[in-house]
């Protein structure tokens, strides 16, 4: 166990330059999902460690599970004993049991809210509100709905309007609320984290882009239903959870727009900086997964061991 279990808290630290670097240099879908799956390996290894810290830093207190032998030196040597890390470890874990129960009770609000909300409305796919305001943002849920205000469609083009429905259902078609929702609780299981929740929330949208592009067959109308409906939208309070509608940083999408579409890959060649990049989070992914395993498996041994280890 030793001092590997706290190289889980610190080790999301690996994954900034690929988040950094996927938003320009890989497929928007492979952005999403890869740093998405940082995101959730991360964040569940520095939990589960912050747990285990818990449990041995305040093993002296009453009602602890570890057995009474357990201060014998040679169980000490095993785990970090430290009653500060062990009663930090405690507040740390309230913290972040407190702001991912606060994320999930809001996204469930707002979205149970919002379909209250569009019920009486006709359409099952597309909602379009009567409202002064402009704004859009796919719903999900079951198939999913696209909600459109008049004000918005009224500042659009025919092909802009078009553009912006295919943008929609492409944020449903591939499910993105589950890799925002997930890159929002792991940002709040770690704050290490939050570069690769900015990275994901800017893939998604590009990869929502890029799926418009293809449908509606030319990149610069996107470009410009982008650009239009984030004018129009300026100063616009977000009517859903920023996971519902997000925009990202609309000037970056447009001039991505603006250049030929990315080439589709699996993994970034390791030739690359991006690769190398990949390649370095990958190692932080693994190496803080053996180290939480580790330390698991080491406590779990030492809680079953009835004499000292």
């Given amino acids: 166990m030793g001092v590997f279990v706290f190289l889980p808290l610190v080790l999301p630290l690996s994954a900034w330059p690929v988040a950094r670097l996927a938003g320009t240099r890989l497929h928007p879908r492979t952005a999403t999902r890869l740093l998405t799956a940082f995101a959730v390996v991360m964040a569940g290894c520095s939990t589960l460690c912050l747990a285990l810290l818990m449990v041995v830093g305040t093993a002296r207190l009453p009602g602890s599970p570890l057995p009474d032998d357990w201060s014998e030196p040679r169980v000490r040597a095993a785990v970090p004993y430290d009653g500060v890390a062990g009663l930090a470890a405690v507040l740390a874990l309230a913290l972040v049991a407190a702001a991912c129960v606060r994320t999930l009770l809001r996204h469930r609000r707002v979205t149970r809210r919002a379909r209250r ?15 002064s305001t402009p704004y859009a943002y796919a719903l999900p849920g079951g198939r999913g709905r696209i909600v459109v205000t008049t004000a918005l469609l009224a500042g659009l083009a025919p092909a802009e309007r078009r553009a912006l429905f ?3 259902r492409a944020h449903l078609a591939a499910r993105h609320h589950r890799h925002l929702l997930a890159a929002h609780l792991a940002a709040r299981a770690n704050p290490f984290l939050r570069p690769l929740r900015t990275a994901v929330v800017y893939a998604a949208e590009r990869w929502a882009d890029e799926e418009a592009a293809r449908t509606v067959g030319d990149r610069r ?7 239009t409906a984030a004018l129009l939208s300026a100063g616009t309070p977000a009517p859903t959870l920023a996971a519902l ?24 060649s390791a030739r690359t900086s991006v690769g190398l990049a990949a390649w370095a989070a990958t190692a932080g992914a693994l190496v803080s997964a053996m180290s939480s395993a580790n330390s698991a498996v080491t406590l779990y041994l030492l809680l079953h061991t009835p004499a000292p280890l």
Wanted: hydrophobic share 50%; proline share 18%.
């Fill in 166 to 168: 295919a943008h929609e």
């Fill in 117 to 131: 909300a569009l019920a009486p409305l006709p359409g099952r796919t597309v909602a379009v509100l009567p409202d």
């Fill in 245 to 268: 509608a997000a925009t990202g940083p609309v000037p970056r999408r447009v001039a991505a727009l603006l250049e030929p579409a990315p080439v589709p890959r699996t993994w970034p």
């Fill in 221 to 227: 109308t996107v470009a410009r239903a982008i650009g």
